[in-house]
């Protein structure tokens, strides 16, 4: 059993160095990333098969763009990925913070300071980083500089802040047995969780109520907001979405872990199914398209109490034929 700490070290020497004002971002990718490797990122990065492609496609132009981009992270843990995929992950959540100074994506800047609500899955072996997933909140950064792609949301529009707690930066030695503990009650969520097509036929609140605290808080990503105790979530989210849905396919995940309280997972995609209309205001469109999805939680005694969100909307609605970025007035940085 390891304790993940010489992963979590070299992810975080990683970030420093990535970090750093004055960083040699090909110095920095020839060091901590392995030559075989695979990014996944949100729409229109997609996937990237080299740290120098990273680099080049996603770091230089948003470090051009948000000057004096400073990392403030709410969650970093480390742990074994429970599925057959293996390997040992860290796990790192927060904003990328700095001056909206020049256009990004076609977004105009504001020249104010922004957040990119970020979260990054890295898998180490053997002294490299070799695989990432790393999934932003775009539509949030856009709703920031005043270019609000989705309307109306069912939740709540928020700075999302980190854990209740304040204790999620995880860069110690955690007991083994609170990240099985974590895992337990994910794992049943998942597979608790009331397929759309069939199943138990009980209050949305009831099958809840079985993985979630009362006062649970889902940090949805922009277009959909955040939602406050069951019973909100029930109504301003999950109904919803479930009612806005047919044909739900689960692809799986690719990782799924856990440390100390905290716990998550991502696909690639996670999901595959049809809107019918009424989701995020769009009508229904006669055509399945994916959703990439992380999830991070938070475990509040046996059951789960907060859950950050991350789903690739910008993706999904491109599958459906609507460019979001694409419609972006002409802007200059």
Excluded at 222 to 240: K, N, S
Excluded at 257 to 272: H, I, K, R, S, V
Aim: charged share 20%; aromatic share 12%; net charge negative.
């Amino acid at each position: 059993m390891t304790d993940f700490q010489s992963e979590k070290a070299l992810v975080r020497d990683y970030y420093a160095a990535l970090d750093a004002q004055d960083a040699n971002l090909t110095a920095v990718m020839d060091r901590y990333i392995e030559e075989e490797y695979l990014w996944r990122g949100f729409h229109p990065f997609n996937e990237q098969t080299s740290g120098s492609d990273v680099a080049t496609n996603f770091w230089q132009p948003l470090r051009k763009s948000l000057t004096h981009l400073q990392r403030r992270q709410d969650i970093f843990m480390a742990g074994a990925n429970t599925l057959e995929n293996g390997g040992v992950w860290v796990v790192s959540m927060g904003h990328l913070m700095g001056l909206f100074d020049h256009a990004w994506l076609g977004i105009r800047p504001t020249g104010k300071m922004v957040f990119l609500r970020y979260c990054e899955f890295n898998r180490v072996q053997n002294g490299k980083i070799v695989e990432t997933a790393m999934f932003f909140d775009i539509p949030h950064l856009m709703i920031q500089a005043g270019q609000n792609p989705f309307s109306p949301q069912t939740g709540a529009h928020n700075i999302q802040p980190g854990p209740q707690t304040h204790a999620g930066l995880l860069f110690d030695a955690q007991d083994p047995s609170e990240g099985a503990k974590t895992m337990a009650a994910v794992d049943f969520m998942v597979n608790d969780i009331k397929t759309w097509t069939g199943g138990r036929e009980e209050p949305l609140v009831d099958e809840l109520r079985r993985s979630w605290n009362e006062d649970m808080i889902w940090w949805g990503p922009a277009g959909i907001g955040a939602t406050y105790t069951i019973e909100r979530y029930a109504e301003q989210h999950a109904g919803p979405f479930r009612a806005g849905f047919k044909d739900r396919i689960f692809n799986g995940h690719i990782c799924r872990m856990a440390e100390g309280n905290f716990g998550g997972f991502f696909g690639w995609p996670n999901l595959t199914l049809e809107p019918t209309g009424g989701f995020m205001g769009m009508p229904a469109t006669g055509k399945p398209a994916d959703m990439r999805v992380i999830d991070i939680y938070r475990r509040d005694g046996d059951k789960l109490t907060e859950n950050w969100i991350f789903i690739d909307l910008l993706h999904f609605w491109n599958q459906q034929g609507i460019d979001v970025l694409g419609r972006l007035p002409t802007v200059r940085g």
